[in-house]
């Protein structure tokens, strides 16, 4: 298992910037993959970024040039840099972690969640 903690969200004006921070702890050794979702009210939850194991990351079209996403493993903490923040960004954002395990003697993935932080940008 591991414990997923958010940080950093708030209330940011249009063209602003915010940096959320995951800081993680467990079963380290397992994770295979961590990202970042959000999930706006009225809206399905959708993957925004993600980073796996050898620094490959992923962006959704939205916000590609606009967010980083990056992983200090020496401080057991996942990043995602925001700039240029538009209302649209605003949303619950959760950090993902999928870990590498197995059920009845077959690989399986298993999921886990942070609570979430709250990201609100005005115009």
């Known amino acids: 298992q591991v414990q997923l903690v958010e940080s950093g969200g708030g209330l940011v004006q249009a063209g602003g910037s915010l940096r959320l921070s995951c800081a993680y702890s467990?079963?380290?050794?397992?994770?295979?993959?961590m990202g970042w979702y959000r999930q706006a009210p009225g809206k399905e939850r959708e993957l925004v970024s993600s980073?796996?194991?050898?620094?490959?990351?992923t962006y959704v079209d939205s916000v590609k040039d606009r967010f980083t996403i990056s992983r200090d493993s020496a401080k057991n903490t996942l990043y995602l840099q925001m700039n240029s923040l538009k209302p649209e960004d605003t949303a619950a954002y959760y950090c993902?972690?999928?870990?590498?395990?197995?059920?009845?003697?077959?690989?399986?993935?298993?999921?886990?969640w942070g609570r979430g932080t709250q990201v609100t940008v005005s115009s």
């Open positions: 993902n972690a999928k870990l590498s395990g197995w059920i009845n003697g077959r690989p399986a993935d298993f999921d886990y």
């Open positions: 467990g079963s380290i050794a397992s994770i295979k993959a």
């Open positions: 980073i796996v194991t050898g620094d490959s990351t």
